[in-house]
């Protein structure tokens, strides 16, 4: 069936960074986005960026783009998020999801969601 | 960015009865707005991509509508399994963003 698997929990001092992985099955993996939406305690969700497996672009929120880079790797159908200079501030839930096309363009909505990393940031 | 303001935060309610959850968008979005469920522990749950276009399996108890900067959905006949929390996001442009929520609760 369509998932998406993401790795395991992470705890990172601050100032550290932390890679995540997106492992994608069930469908072709080039034909669809991926972005990374965070969910910290108590806030309403964020949305990181994305990546077009297919081509390799990426998309960023202006907040994150100097920390976060988004990459893939389709000999594995994996979609990796990496954030450096870890803050306090970025302890959370972390989702990949997927977005899929229509006739003009991308919803910019997701239809599959990974089951969520937890990165907790801690001196 | 455009801000994305839901109300109720909270709403209690019974199983059968009826509840309006509203998304308010601080620019016009034409339909570009989704509903998401999310049950505790658990990843989001896409419910319609774009108002008035419920997501296929979604029950039809669920509607959404609205268009521009004001959009509502609706639960009718509330089941058991219909307590959770409910989040907007406007598709419309990025940086994408969500709504602060709305928890259903039980009465």
């Known amino acids: 069936q369509v998932q998406l698997v993401q790795s395991g929990a992470e705890v990172k001092k601050p100032g550290a960074s932390v890679k995540l992985s997106c492992k994608s099955s069930g469908y072709r993996f080039t034909s669809y986005t991926i972005h990374w939406v965070r969910q910290a305690p108590g806030q309403r969700l964020e949305w990181m960026g994305w990546?077009?497996?297919?081509?390799?672009?990426?998309k960023y929120s202006e907040k994150l783009q100097d920390r976060v880079t988004i990459s893939r790797d389709t000999s594995a159908s994996t979609v990796y998020m990496e954030m450096s200079s870890l803050r306090s501030e970025d302890t959370a839930l972390y989702y990949c999801?997927?977005?899929?096309?229509?006739?003009?363009?991308?919803?910019?909505?997701?239809?599959?969601w990974g089951q969520g990393t937890m990165v907790s940031v801690s001196s | 960015d455009i801000q994305m303001t839901q109300s109720p935060s909270s709403v209690s309610a019974s199983v059968g009865d009826r509840v309006t959850i509203t998304c308010r968008a601080s620019q016009p979005l034409s339909s570009w707005l989704a509903w998401y469920q999310q049950k505790p522990g658990k990843a989001p749950h896409l419910l319609s991509s774009t108002t008035s276009s419920l997501q296929s399996g979604v029950p039809s108890r669920f509607s959404a509508s609205g268009s521009g900067t004001d959009f509502t959905l609706t639960i009718s006949n509330l089941q058991p399994e219909d307590f959770a929390t409910y989040y907007c996001q406007q598709a419309h442009s990025f940086p994408l963003t969500f709504g602060g929520g709305t928890k259903v609760e039980i009465k």
């Open positions: 990546i077009n497996p297919g081509n390799g672009n990426t």
């Open positions: 999801a997927r977005d899929r096309p229509y006739s003009a363009g991308w919803y910019n909505s997701f239809d599959i």
